[in-house]
Each structure stands twice: as structure tokens, then as C-alpha cells.
């Protein structure tokens, strides 16, 4: 019956020591996923690092040009703005050199009369002198 009992207990052992081989194996497969994980999460964390870096980085650039766009902007705003000023006063200026001009033709026109006007009185002197 010892023997018995004996043989049972070293089953037991046997058993007990092949457990525990199996937890020690899963033990360290777990702790070489968890270095695993481990390691991905960390590199992760630095891309979402350098991403953010990134994001900032173009921010700061598309900020920049959306400043630099919107100067254009104004310029061309401001450019086209004196284009209408300086397209109204041509036309006010010709117009003005139109008015002139007419006025200056007629002027010709009154002294080209009294000068006709002259010479004819001074044909009529020349005859009655």
C-alpha cells in the first residue's frame, strides 16, 4: 500500500513538475509578447511624435503661405483699385483734352474771322486810300 501511495505521489510530482514547466513556458512566451507589444508601443510613440512634429511643422508653413496668399491679395486689390483711379482720370483727362480741343477750335475759328475780317478792312483802306 506504501508503494502504492508512493507510486501515486510520484505521479502527482511528475505532474506537478510538468505544470509548472508548461507555466514557466507560457510565463516566458507571455513576457516575450509583453517585450514585443512593448517594444511596437514604443515605437509608435515616437512616429506619433515625429507625426505631430510634422503636423506642427506644416501648419506653421501653411500658415505662412496663407499669410503670404492673403498679402498678394491685398497687393493685387490695392494695384487694382489704382488701375480704376488711374483708367478713371485718363478718361476724365481725355474727355478734358476733347472740351479743350473744342474750345481751342473754336477760338482758331473766331480769330481765322477776324482776321478775314482784318484783311478785308484793310483791302477796303488800301482801295480808299
Given amino acids: 500500500a506504501l508503494e502504492s501511495e508512493l507510486s501515486e505521489l510520484r505521479f502527482e510530482r511528475e505532474e ?56 498678394w491679395k491685398k497687393n493685387a486689390e490695392e494695384k487694382s483699385s489704382q488701375l480704376a483711379r488711374a483708367e478713371s482720370d485718363l478718361q476724365n483727362s481725355e474727355e478734358l483734352l476733347q472740351v479743350q480741343m473744342g474750345k481751342s477750335k473754336r477760338e482758331i475759328h473766331d480769330l481765322q474771322e477776324q482776321l478775314h475780317g482784318v484783311e478785308k478792312a484793310r483791302d477796303t483802306w488800301k482801295i480808299a486810300a
Fill in 16 to 71: 506537478s513538475n510538468a505544470l509548472t514547466e508548461t507555466r514557466e513556458a507560457t510565463w516566458n512566451d507571455l513576457q516575450s509578447e509583453l517585450a514585443q507589444v512593448e517594444s511596437q508601443r514604443d515605437a509608435l510613440q515616437a512616429d506619433t511624435k515625429d507625426l505631430r512634429r510634422q503636423t506642427q511643422e506644416l501648419n506653421k508653413q501653411l500658415k505662412e503661405i496663407t499669410t503670404e496668399c492673403n498679402e
